[in-house]
């Protein structure tokens, strides 16, 4: 793609998901004014976004290092430069360990976090360290949720067991809040894991949280905790026009986040009055929590296929080009593997490039 030549006069051609460099910059640089701001260390979830040219803007605003959910992802981001990773997961998988312990055994620079929440996964990490321990956080977890011990008893008893594994070493606690309905249910659970660390016997104990949703009441609750907390969010990097703008802590305080995705597309038909095909479809942007949202008035999305969106609207014919926001941008990022990095004019002035 041509530098400064507008994507409307180009040889992209559509569908085209864009990303606006305002709305990147702005949300990278706001988020880590909050994390600074708050007393906290940013570790914004990668698998968002699997971009090296997103990571150095993370990592150059101030970023601690980035998380990834698997170790194939620890893998590609490691490619990018970065010294620091978290995997936010236990990891099990024999392949994965054995990359994780040539890296530290190579470059004593590295530095590798992951979590545990069984014996099970602790012996996994036994088996396959090298000369230099995996440094691990038990994770706690909640009824109802995904991993991470369910009772701060079984976490405390786990913590134990770590601290005299072979080649294993604890640095603290980690756990995850997304997925609770309440600021009173994240509060009672942020309260829970300041207890575990507190009762962790660990020198400069690290309290790992994550999400897009809370961060605002972690930011307030864990304000006097006794632990370096590493904040996990992932998804404010691009924001979007649906899921989150209506979840982001943002509408409850100071500042905003910007939606920095764009999805360009053709009418492909107008088969009946008021029904427009238009050529982008699942394939091109995120479905899965919500669908794509228009931004000329008048326009609805009612179903997405493969390839199509089907559009109830007046007024539209073949060959006109719409725009729409997403809804998600977890899951769509990675149905892109190059997409123009646009100024306000949507003028090219970049690309960003995925790698998952």
Request: charged letters at 25%; a negative charge.
């Amino acid at each position: 793609m041509s530098l400064g030549q507008s994507i409307f006069e180009s040889e992209l051609g559509f569908p085209l998901m864009v990303v606006h460099r305002d709305a990147l910059e702005h949300n990278v640089a706001t988020m880590a004014a909050f994390a600074r701001d708050h007393g906290m260390e940013l570790a914004p979830h990668a698998k968002t976004h699997m971009s090296a040219e997103i990571a150095a803007l993370q990592l150059e605003a101030g970023a601690w290092g980035l998380t990834v959910a698997t170790p194939r992802q620890a893998r590609t981001v490691r490619g990018f430069g970065v010294g620091r990773i978290m995997v936010a997961n236990q990891v099990v998988d024999p392949a994965g360990l054995a990359w994780a312990a040539g890296e530290l055994e190579r470059d004593p620079e590295f530095e590798f976090l992951s979590f545990v929440d069984s014996e099970a996964g602790l012996d996994a990490l036994s088996r396959h360290a090298s000369s230099r321990p995996f440094r691990v956080l038990v994770e706690l977890g909640h009824e109802g949720g995904r991993a991470g011990c369910r009772t701060l008893d079984d976490l405390l008893k786990l913590a134990s067991h770590v601290q005299t594994a072979p080649g294993v070493e604890l640095a603290g606690v980690a756990g995850y809040e997304g997925a609770l309905k309440t600021a009173d249910q994240v509060r009672k659970y942020l309260d829970l894991l300041q207890e575990a660390v507190e009762h962790v016997r660990v020198k400069s104990p690290i309290l790992s949280v994550g999400g897009s949703q809370w961060f605002d009441v972690i930011g307030r609750e864990l304000v006097a905790t006794q632990a370096r907390i590493l904040l996990r969010s992932g998804a404010y990097v691009s924001h979007d026009d649906g899921y989150y703008r209506e979840r982001t802590p943002f509408n409850r305080i100071d500042g905003e986040l910007r939606p920095a995705l764009e999805v360009w597309a053709h009418v492909l038909s107008t088969p009946e009055p008021g029904l427009a095909i238009v050529g982008m479809g699942k394939r091109d942007a995120p479905y899965d929590e919500g669908l794509p949202v228009p931004r000329r008035g008048g326009v609805t999305i009612v179903k997405l296929q493969d390839q199509h969106a089907i559009v109830r609207a007046d007024g539209l014919s073949p060959g006109d080009l719409l725009a729409f926001g997403i809804s998600h941008p977890c899951t769509a990022f990675d149905k892109w593997r190059v997409l123009p990095l646009v100024d306000r004019d949507y003028r090219v002035v970049g690309t960003i490039r995925t790698s998952f």
